[in-house]
């Protein structure tokens, strides 16, 4: 965090000084993300989370609570509440070097300098007298992310009481809370059920046994991250995290919302034996049949007697939900009646939802008793229920495991992308290959192509040719080496990295019978990794060369049109990039919601609290990883052609260019989304806002919204500087 703090304010400076300077912005904005995530502006813009919590703590003070800590204060927002409820001492503490400035100019902005004393420190690291001069009678925080516990909440909570709090108030008797401690939020309750959700499945689970004609051996066992860390001794989340409500495709509820767990803060001893609790098994009965693609956890903040916030993804509010894939079954089908079965614990800092399975109805068991292992009344009952629970992976300890981050699992999903890929490889590698026997090349996407094992068996009279050579360069795992391989003599180079990837390519080599120089990884023959683009041999060029042009987040990737330049120069005659060229496509949009996301919209969210300028420096001009399908919003244009990047040819290329836009619905463009059209070739092209596509779109925020009437044309100034784009509005 230290370094990318150091960048950052770099970064801003050179900004500062030159706003025209193209690197530094970009550099900028991609660090600013990292520094000021972008949860920070929602929550601020949420007026109903703001006010419920600046009740609470009024509450707390009116009641007696006069010293008051912020654990993890942000921007100071609860600070300056408990100031302005009364409190006559007030700390806050900010580990994050970037928030801990932020706060420090908020609260001299609101003239609270001096009455709010800032810690740069972790709450973990505060001591008395030497950091604050007593213990304090509250403790207000918001540490706590989707899945309740993932930002150190119950660590922070358990060392404050401890340390830093005055002792709780004992229950049942009527005494001055002034004299005791107490936190804010006082307590929660998580609920959970499970979901049938398409989107969700599409990128945790491999749902085909075959892509463009290459057989997925069931020796490799493709998992995501989120079912890796379930047997894993490293600290990963074992959740992700959604915005139900916005999903693309939605979902539909398997189960009933069911309690989870309760969670009282102001309780030591509960909060000292949750780490310690041993995992307790949960039954939820099916309600609806479908398909068990996860189990999806929110919570309810009781912040005190009045005053309760919730995720829930029925309501509206700026929380996502912690989404617990489900991974590893024999079979994901549910049906009235049956039971979805798991098992919870609060491990490392996190609700750890696992071994999610389901019961068939048919068994009859009772697996209400969440604390005791399942009793049966007999051997033949038992036997009868293990048959009906779903628990066994596909193949236990068998295989090769290969864990892929849930965009790779999404890619690999994609049918019409490694179809596109393989029709378009096939017509290069046809072209330039003059033996005859490779006119039955599979270059339409249909059909099983040629075997290289019975292209290798041919006559001696023969005479084999040389092989072409294929380099994928593409970021993160890819089978397209092995399409490439399928399609006739190729010695494709995969540059995947990681051991587990190489295994699993391996393995998935073997079982579509390619000889094994066919596939090869090109960082091993490198004696410099940091140059991939290079002759394969010193006397040959590459036939085919793929590049990762769109990074999924929805943004070109970075120095893209640099190794197009040097791939350029790898290639022998009739050799192509993939992709050759890339359009980029936009529309106007009036979005709420993508101001919301974008920066804190004045005074009035945060309650007459000036924090939007602060934050606002740290706002980036595009948003990206959204899903157009779902997102709130209205066209106001049709969608145009903003910029062509050829990869290929690029004198076609230009760095800047106006392109007239036609109003088509009155309204306010407060966006300007945009997407790709990835050509192959002529022939062949991907759309990044496919349904299917694992790619996600990104949209230019306008620092202010134009508003506009059907009829009217807006000139859009495009700019490419390497691989940023830039989109302004000419008034």
Partial sequence: MGFRDEAAGYFHKAVKLNPDFADAKENFYRVANWLVERWHFIMLNDAKRNLTYLKAIENAVRSGCKSVLDIGTGTGILSMFAKKAGASFVYACELSKTMYELARDVLAANNMEGEIELLHLKSLDIEIPEHIPERVSLVVTETVDAGLFGEGIVESLIHAWEHLLLQPKPKDQDVSTGDYGRVIPASATIFGMAVECKEIRRHHRVGMQEVAGVHLSNSVQFFSPTYASAG???????????????????????????????????????????????????????????????????????????????????????????????????????????????????????????????????????????????????????????????????????????????????????????????????????????????????????????????????????????????????????????????????????????????????????????????????????????????????????????????????????????????????????????????????????????????????????????????????????????????????????????LRLDLMNPLLNSSSREVKVQICKSGRVTAIPFWYHIHLDEDHSLNTSDESSHWKQAAVVLDEPIQVQVGDELVLDVQHHKSNISITVKR
């Fill in 232 to 642: 894993s001794e490293e600290t990963v989340e074992p959740y992700t995290t959604e915005k139900l409500s916005r999903i693309p495709g939605g979902y539909i509820p398997l189960t009933e919302p069911c309690q989870v767990m309760t969670v009282d803060f102001n309780n030591l001893q509960e909060l000292k034996s949750l780490a310690a609790r041993k995992p307790w098994k949960l039954s939820l009965p099916v309600t609806e049949g479908g398909i068990l693609d996860a189990v999806v956890v929110w919570f309810v903040l009781q912040l005190d007697d009045e005053h309760t916030l919730s995720t829930s993804p029925s309501e509206e509010t700026c929380w996502e939900q912690a989404v617990y894939p489900v991974q590893g079954l024999l079979n994901y089908s549910v049906k009235t009646g049956d039971t979805v079965m798991m098992e919870v614990c609060c491990q490392d800092c996190y609700l750890k939802i696992q071994k999610i399975s389901s019961l068939t109805s048919e068994c009859g068991m009772d697996i209400s008793d969440r604390d005791n292992a399942l009793s049966l009344g007999n051997e033949a009952e038992l036997c009868n229920a293990l048959a009906g629970l779903q628990t066994a992976s596909k193949q236990d300890d068998k295989g090769q495991v290969c864990v892929l981050e849930s965009t790779e699992i999404a890619l690999l999903n994609n049918v019409q992308y490694h179809e596109c890929f393989k029709a378009a490889m096939g017509k290069v590698l046809l072209s330039l290959n003059p033996n005859k026997d490779l006119q039955s090349m599979d270059v339409d996407g249909h059909g099983g192509g040629v075997n290289p094992q019975e292209s290798q068996n041919k006559s001696s009279l023969d005479v084999a040719p040389d092989p072409l050579y294929v380099l994928d360069v593409s970021e993160g795992f890819s089978i397209l080496p092995i399409i490439a391989g399928k399609l006739g003599p190729v010695r494709a180079y995969s540059s995947v990295e990681k051991e587990q990837h190489q295994a699993a390519l391996n393995i998935i080599s073997e079982a579509n019978h390619f000889p094994k120089e066919t596939l090869e990884f090109w960082l091993s023959h490198l004696e410099d990794e940091s140059v991939v683009l290079q002759r394969p041999k010193s006397d040959k060029l590459w036939s085919i060369i793929i590049l990762d042009v769109i990074e999924t987040s929805g943004l070109i990737q970075q120095e893209v049109m640099e190794k197009a330049a040097i791939s350029r120069c790898l290639l022998h005659s009739g050799g192509k990039i993939f992709p050759q060229y890339v359009l980029v496509y936009g529309m106007l949009v009036e979005s709420e919601s993508l101001l919301l996301e974008s920066a804190v919209q004045g005074t009035e969210p945060t309650l007459g609290f000036n924090i939007a300028p602060f934050i606002n420096q740290f706002k980036v001009p595009v948003r990206v990883y959204l899903d157009l399908s779902t997102l709130p919003c209205l066209p106001l244009s049709k969608p145009a052609e903003l």
